[in-house]
């Protein structure tokens, strides 16, 4: 039964596998045996929601797919509001693309800001899959993609020293794609492309500018930030690709989304047509509403069946910034105050150290809500750590930290981070922001000081792949009031990058 099991989730034909993660939680159960849990059903059925209202799109993707198969490439982005969904087609088409038997590698923003973390990830499983191309990177550049942390920053550092050095490895990377492209069609998925690290933007832009003319195809959601982004690159990327708009569903579409989730639940089309009302056809915001209220038990998951209301006594959060204080709420104590701890904001995500170093709890008990946080669906798991599945419900936690715990999380973040720092100019800056936001300004000022050496001996050829620390860095500067002699270091380093 489970080797069956098995090859079903193989199959390439997708009525071949099994419907959604409740059928395949139901039949694990039984293969085992394992008694039934209603929670983790219900929770399968709320991850298992259809593609709904973006026929067009997948067809255009399919349109491009055929035509990179015969050696002529492009670049499709996606733009919509949060909630609308780009990310959910995304990942639907990247699936799509690898059972069509296209070489597909994904990446997103979620690594970070320091330089070529989104550029590592596609490097990376680009070897994964033809490791012979490994011969098209010199010996230098292949360490900034090797395994070992330290070996990874010492190679950076020797990137980012050299202008012509970070010229030669923007131009290796450029041929390695083209070179994959050529021994296999291949296509490159990106979430949140607005939001990745300048380096690799800068060579996804030149990729997608040259697929027109080899089997090589880039398809990416632009991210909530892409709209108010005024960088030239990003400009330049929306001028080499075909950008999509998508559009709020229709009220027959929120049906269906919500039918293949709940089946054909009793009154389930009233609550349709009532979710469409208050979200404005958004399904982000519906899934949430049903989410809350599979959590509050008014539908409930009971033996194999949806059991909805007739109507609802009280009321449904109307916004979703209320939407979220009421999830908030419903966390236990233990898992809010943990997550509260984690909300600092900064410009990489969580790894397990900084979780450890957070945390007020024991470490049995750290790892237990950090499972706890991934189910209620506040974290998403990494390969080394966790981030916010939505940055707004990171901020509303934050807001709700007294000031003297925002400063003590700081202080923990800072030393947790400083290990990394030497050597590795995004981390010093990072831990010199978590050192000022903690109230350690002679701490802080030291590093600054140290920080702008490293870029005068660098001979300030690297300050671009820091750019955005260096903003929030001077508007802390003035927040704090520490004087124009503090804020003569980054405005220096901006303005010896072009910034002004």
Known sequence: ELDRLILALLAIAREGRPENTAALIERLSGIAPLAREQETSARGYLDSQSLVGREREQKRVQDLLHAVKAGRGGALLFEGEPGLGCSRLLSELAVSARVSGVLTL?????????????????????????????????????????????????????????????????????????????????????DDLADVDAESLALLTALARRASAHPLLLIAALGRNAARDPSAVLGSLRNAGELVQLAPLQASETLLLLRSVFGDAPYLERWAAKLHAQTGGNPGHCLELAEHLVRTRAFRYDEGMWVLPPSLPGELPKTRDEARRVRIEQLSADARTLAQLLSIPDYAPLRAADCDALSTFAPDQTRSLLDGLVREGI????????????????????????PALRAS???????????????DLHTQLRVCIHYLRAGERERGCELLRQFGLCFAHAELSSVSTVTVLLEDLCALLEELQLGEHALASPLALLASAGYF
């Open 106 to 190: 994904t990446t997103d923003a979620s690594l970070g800001l320091a330089p070529y973390a989104a550029a590592r990830e596609l490097v990376r499983a680009l070897f994964a899959a033809l490791p012979a191309l490994a011969r098209e990177l010199t010996a230098a550049q292949l360490e900034l993609f090797c395994e070992d942390p330290a070996r990874q920053r010492n190679a950076l550092v020797g990137f980012l020293a050299s202008p012509e050095q970070q010229l030669l490895l923007q131009q290796g990377l450029h041929a390695l794609f083209l070179a994959a492209s050529a021994a296999r069609p291949l296509v490159i998925a990106v």
């Open 379 to 402: 974290l998403r798991p990494l390969r080394d750590g966790y981030r916010f599945a939505q940055d707004e419900v990171r901020r509303a936690l934050h807001e709700q930290l007294e």
């Open 409 to 423: 999380c700081h202080l923990r973040l800072a030393r947790a981070l400083a290990p990394c720092a030497p050597g």
